[in-house]
């Protein structure tokens, strides 16, 4: 049955339902430590990457930072509520490392332990299947004050981290994510240098991306030792491309573009190295690889983990380095507040390339969702119809990526809450849910309410991957007449 305030809009046809995905599929919401727990300084979490690059004046647009965030770290028996009356099946969130490590040589923080072991079992009770994801950006400061993922010992460290996680919850979760965006870790961290830890170094950049992914494939192995029948993988943010020409230097430059964007990370972990053509490119800046790296990062994983924002268009910049390529804003497409082009289209091509390139035996859109400036109406409500659509459409890419046979089984919302959203603060907001960050106000948006009705979520028509009670049927192109460009549509690239 559907809630009455779910009613869907009137007019839209039916287009997207529920049933037209498999029984089992994965329906969840993606959330991450630093973006929502708060709490920096309780029960032994020592200071992380993020702490201290927020203490710089200027790098975080509204001068904030996590030390409270959505304050989930006392507030989360409310917000797995909020997942669950959402009638989702799974929940991806991070572990912060620097609640469990607080120094070299430390041992584990039982307390820290403890506050993830309540959070999954706070999951099971709710019927919804952890994901835990190892590493979402928050590094401990003492490692960075030792290079950080410049140096080999974190790759080291993080095996650590993985081997006692994985230990200590593995009774219980199943689903593990090794590293979250290892293209943002690489550059954001260390080449644009608007994520902590704020560098600016290229082939610092490009040896980070090889200790990130050397990472990946030391846990790999650390959590199947621990996890009875795990399955593993890690999520990498992907884009597809498309040239802003046909000339052939565009085109080049969309090749090129392409190499570090997606082949960088996707080549290497499906057993291919790192892409000739890239490594030419970069010449001496090319990342140490010692003996065994290779084959270490190429470790088989159970599923791909796919986080999809947004298409670029590529132009050929011959004095734009790295790759000599400059990403261009597409004439005359919806944009998020963000800047971020809307392209649902997009997750469809994207998936299907990835399926023919490099066939993962199984995919989940780990990361999808949008940023719009919401405001609370008179009657309390918050109508972000833009973001309800931009769900509703990206569920349809995702669906007709299956039906062209891509191995899709689940699709994972960012983000259940309005979060700290890195170098802009809290001034963008991706949540289903609307916080008050000056009262902890949760507040469901008409997007949440909309996937509630979808999934049958709430006053329990419907639970976890059964076809049973109603779906909400809607047609996603039906309102995109009401997705304008941002006025300035500048393509970014900062997430
Ligand atoms: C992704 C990040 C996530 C969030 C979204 C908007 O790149 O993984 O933490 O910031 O972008």
């Not at 039906?403 to 700290?420: I, R």
Request: glycine share 10%.
């Amino acid at each position: 049955m559907i809630h009455p305030e779910n009613a869907l809009p009137q007019g839209a046809p039916a287009g997207l339902a529920r049933t037209d995905f498999a029984p089992d599929f994965v329906w969840g919401c993606s959330t991450s430590s630093y973006q929502i727990e708060g709490a920096a300084a309780e029960d032994g979490r020592v200071e992380s990457i993020w702490d201290r690059f927020c203490a710089r004046p200027g790098v975080i647009r509204d001068g904030s930072s996590g030390a409270l965030a959505c304050d989930h770290y006392h507030r989360w028996p409310q917000d797995l509520d909020l997942a669950r009356d959402l009638g989702t099946n799974a929940y991806r969130f991070s572990v912060a490392w620097p609640r469990i490590f607080s120094g070299p040589g430390a041992k584990p923080n039982p307390k820290g332990l403890a506050f993830y072991s309540r959070l999954v079992d706070g999951m099971l009770e709710r019927g919804l299947q952890p994901w835990l994801t190892l590493y979402h950006w928050d590094l401990p400061q003492y490692l960075q004050d030792r290079g950080g993922w410049n140096e080999r010992a974190t790759v080291h460290a993080f095996a650590e981290f993985a081997d006692v996680m994985s230990a200590h919850l593995g009774d219980r979760v199943k689903h593990w994510i090794t590293q979250n965006e290892p293209w943002c870790t690489a550059i954001h961290g260390h080449l644009d240098g608007v994520h902590a830890p704020g560098m600016t170094d290229f082939k610092t950049a490009l040896q980070v991306s090889h200790h990130v992914l050397l990472s990946h494939g030391l846990a790999v192995p650390a959590i199947r030792a621990n996890v009875p029948g795990a399955q593993v993988g890690i999520a990498l943010s992907l884009h597809p491309l498309r040239p802003a020409s046909d000339s052939a230097a565009d085109r080049a430059a969309t090749v090129r573009h392409d190499g570090l964007r997606n082949r960088w990370f996707l080549d290497p972990l499906y057993g291919r190295g790192y892409p000739a053509d890239v490594l030419r490119q970069l010449g001496a800046d090319a990342p140490a690889v010692q003996a065994g790296d290779l084959e270490a990062i190429a470790v088989p994983t159970d599923f791909l983990g796919v986080n999809y924002y947004f298409p670029e268009t590529v132009a050929d910049a011959p004095a734009s380095l790295p790759m000599q390529t400059r990403v261009v804003a597409a004439p005359g497409v919806p944009r998020t507040a963000f800047g971020w082009e809307v392209a649902p289209d997009g997750l469809t091509s994207l998936l299907k390339r990835i399926d023919a390139d490099y066939a993962p035996s199984t995919m989940f859109v780990t990361e999808s969702g949008s940023t719009y400036d919401d405001v609370i109406g008179p009657d309390g409500t918050i109508a972000d119809t833009e973001r309800r659509d931009y769900l509703a459409a990206h569920l349809a890419a995702t669906r007709d990526a299956v039906a062209a046979g891509c191995p899709v089984k689940g699709y994972f919302a960012w983000s259940l809450l309005d979060n700290f959203e890195w170098a802009e603060g809290y001034l963008r907001r991706f949540g289903l849910t609307y916080v008050d960050f000056d009262t902890q106000e949760r507040r469901l948006k008409d997007s949440g309410k909309w996937l509630r009705a979808f999934l049958g979520g709430a006053d329990g028509s419907q639970r976890t991957g059964t076809h049973a009670g109603a779906s909400a049927a809607y047609a996603p192109d039906a309102h995109q007449d009401r997705i304008k460009p941002a006025a300035n549509s500048q393509q970014t690239s900062i997430t």
